[in-house]
């Protein structure tokens, strides 16, 4: 692995740390949805990121693009129930 997968993979992994901390710790129902959200493009920067260190499988990108788009849905409903509107 060269050194610049290693540091994203470590990178990656802080980032997802201190977002968990903030899903646990938010004071809003809002705060906790945001760090949700960021956990998605967290993850989907982790399957991108393993499709390359796995060799360029196309699999990997593919996974990616559904479970963020799913993510972005699922957050944007949960948004709207939590603020009250149709």
């Known amino acids: 692995m060269t050194p610049i997968i290693i540091v994203s993979l470590v990178l990656i992994g802080l980032s997802a740390l201190l977002t968990v901390i903030r899903l646990l710790a938010g ?3 809002f705060d ?8 998605t493009v967290i993850a989907t920067a982790f399957l991108v990121l393993f499709s390359v260190i796995s060799g360029g499988t196309d699999l990997y990108i593919d996974v990616a693009i559904v479970y963020a788009v799913i993510g972005f849905i699922g957050v944007v409903t949960i948004a709207r129930f939590l603020k009250g509107g149709k």
């Not at 906790?32 to 956990?39: F, I, K």
């Open 32 to 39: 906790r949805l945001m760090a949700s959200d960021t956990l």
């Open 27 to 29: 004071p809003t129902p």
